[in-house]
Each structure stands twice: as C-alpha cells, then as structure tokens.
C-alpha cells in the first residue's frame, strides 16, 4: 500500500506540476502579446507624431517662403494693383493646412510640442499680419518710398520672431522623436 500512494502522491504531484508550469507560461505568453502589443501601438504613435510634426514644419517652410515672395514683390518692386489684392489668398490658404497639422500634433502631444507648434504659429500669424498691413497700406495709396523704412523694421523684427520660433518647435520636436523613453502622453489606456 505504501508504495501505491506514493505512486498516486508522485503523480498528484507531477500532474499539479505540469499544471502550474503551463498556467505559468500561459501568464507569461499573454503578458508578451500585451508587451508586444503596447510596443507595436507606442511605435505607431511615434511615427504619427512624427509625421504630423515634419509636415506642420514643411507647411511653415512653404508659407514663409511664400510671404518672403510677397513681401519683395510689395516693398522693393511696383506690382500691380490687382495682384496687390490678391497676393495673400495663396498664403492664407497655407496657414490653414498649418493649422490641420497643428490640430493633429494638439491632439498627439505631447504639450511640449503643442506649445512649441502654436508659438511657431502665432510668430507666423504676426508675420501674415505685418506683410498684410503693407499690403492694406499701399491699396489705400500709401508711399512705399516714403514707408519702406519702417516696414522692413517691423518686419525684420517679425521674421526674427519666425525664425526663433522654429528653431524653438524643432528643437521640441527633435527631443521627443529621438528620446526613447515613453513621455506623458505615449501610455496606452
């Protein structure tokens, strides 16, 4: 009898055993998925960060550079008055495309890089806003001779504006596209 229980208790006990160990690697298996699954989403909102962040710069490229064209056109050359009009409505169609982009990155965070997009946003804005007021000025029959002075002032200090404000949203961006380390925002729920 003695060895008819150990023969049962030695199976008792190899079969909890084995049970245990595959309860175990079950537990251990599903927190992989779980691991790989929360690394396969922190990815996939990096590169949506990522991307939003490069396209709101490349936005800000092509709408200063546009502004940079209409602001030569009306303080150092004679357009005409119908182009003077008009000159703005590609601009602000750009500044719209911006603000897409900044919504998306307003969405995506994280609040550094919000913060940093809509700084950027608001120089710009002050930029449109000077190179409009020349443009206002000279339809309601202002000097350029005579104002060319103050505004290449007000708007060196408005591209200087610009310019600080970009580098500050690149900087920004840069530090969370390339820091490994989850911040605020990247936790799953």
Not at 13 to 34: D, E, F, H, P, Y
Not at 38 to 51: D, G, I, K
Not at 61 to 71: N, R
Request: net charge negative; proline share 3%; aromatic share 6%.
């Amino acid at each position: 009898m003695d060895g008819g229980i150990a023969a049962v208790l030695g199976a008792a006990a190899g079969t909890i055993g084995t049970m245990s160990a595959a309860a175990l690697t079950v537990k251990v298996a599903r927190w992989q998925v779980r691991a790989q699954d929360t690394a396969a989403l922190m990815h996939w909102r990096r590169q949506m960060r990522r991307e939003a962040y490069v396209e709101f710069l490349a936005f800000s490229v092509e709408a200063t550079d546009a502004l940079g064209e209409v602001e030569r056109q009306l303080t150092r050359l004679s357009p005409e008055e119908d182009w003077i009009r008009d000159c703005l409505e590609p601009v602000a169609d750009m500044f719209m495309a911006m603000r897409r982009k900044r919504d998306v990155i307003s969405l995506e965070g994280p609040s550094e890089v919000e913060a940093a997009a809509n700084d950027l946003m608001s120089a710009m804005t002050g930029l449109f806003y000077a190179v409009r007021s020349i443009k206002q000025a000279l339809l309601g029959g202002a000097d350029r001779d005579a104002n060319v002075g103050v505004w290449r002032d007000l708007l060196a200090i408005k591209w200087d504006e610009v310019a600080r404000k970009r580098e500050a949203y690149c900087s920004s961006a840069r530090r969370l596209m390339y820091d490994p380390a989850p911040s605020e925002g990247d936790q799953p729920s």
